[in-house]
């Protein structure tokens, strides 16, 4: 604005900006408006005072990892002590576990060899099929009986496999096909009680029970029928609750052979009972 615009009473005065003035009283505008100025401090005072959650979650996070930091820092020691014995256990049983799988394959790959190699020298396919009766029997027992000791052998080195089980069921066989009845009755002793409680544990129950019928022991015979009806994971059981009650019944005790056809009535309903066992357990019944 020129000075010629300014009034006449006005005019020559010297013109002072309005910031000039302010800067010149000392005084800031909230100064100069005291409402103003309390305005401004109590919102100065609040934003101070008010908490902040996340800056506070943030400072306690750093304390207790400065605490977790102190703390590792003392006992080093024992961490890596923990760390060092949780490795070794995971590794021990890690050992333990691949030992146990390569001990059941060693057996199963021992077994199948030497079984493969018996057939083989009986002159049979090696794998599956009739294994044909040499037509020197000499020839004939000195092979079975050098696969008795291989078999035996095998169940010997794998003893608690399941593979060393078969290999007395094995060695048992040949040993009845040489007439060998006793040692036979040992080798299925050794794998019932090798597979307690096991399908193959049963099987070497009926191979005992088949030998004590050949030399007439009834009541061994039935005894044996029972043990490996009892075995629950043995498919045929029905059938050897059938045969001991049978054996019973010729070892001249009817009432434990009406109750072994009791437990086979109820255990097996759906069974299918051999007429000659039926008729049997029939006339039992009658003469009670």
């Known amino acids: 604005m020129g000075s010629d615009t300014l009034p006449r009473a006005w005019q020559g005065m010297p013109v002072v900006a309005a910031d000039d003035r302010s800067s010149r009283s000392g005084l800031s505008e909230n100064q100069r408006d005291p409402t103003v100025g309390r305005l401004m401090k109590d919102l100065s005072v609040a ?9 506070e979650t943030l400072r306690g996070l750093e304390e207790s990892g400065d605490r977790v930091a102190e703390w590792a820092s003392e006992n080093a ?3 890596l002590g923990v760390i060092a014995a949780a490795l070794a256990i995971a590794a021990g049983v890690g050992i333990y576990v691949q030992a146990g799988v390569n001990s059941r394959d060693s057996a199963a790959d021992a077994l199948a060899i030497a079984t493969s190699q018996y057939r083989q020298a009986m002159g049979a396919d090696p794998i599956a099929g009739p294994i044909p009766e040499p037509a020197n029997p000499e020839f004939g027992e000195k092979t079975r009986s050098e696969y008795i000791d291989r078999f035996a052998h095998v169940a010997n080195e794998h003893a608690g496999t399941t593979s060393g089980a078969l290999a007395w069921l094995e060695a048992g066989h040949l040993q009845t096909e040489l007439g060998r009845l006793e040692a036979a009755a040992e080798s299925f002793g050794h794998a019932r009680d090798d597979a307690r409680g096991t399908s193959i544990a049963a099987l070497g129950s009926i191979r005992l029970a088949h030998l004590a019928e050949e030399r007439g022991d009834a009541r ?8 490996a009806a009892a075995v629950e ?6 059938g050897a609750l059938a ?7 010729e070892a001249g005790a009817p009432d434990r052979a009406l109750a072994a056809f009791q437990r086979l009535e109820t255990e097996h309903p759906d069974e299918v009972i051999p007429p000659q066992i039926a008729s049997l357990i029939g006339e039992l019944r009658l003469a009670k």
Do not use: G, M
Not at 47 to 55: D, F
Not at 220 to 227: G, K, L, M, N, T
Not at 243 to 249: G, H, L, V
């Open 47 to 55: 934003r101070k005072k008010k908490p902040n959650p996340t800056a």
């Open 77 to 79: 020691a024992l961490i």
């Open 243 to 249: 045969d001991a009650a049978r054996c019973w019944a």
């Open 233 to 238: 994971t043995y498919p045929l059981r029905a």
């Open 220 to 227: 061994s015979a039935a005894e044996s029928y029972e043990a």
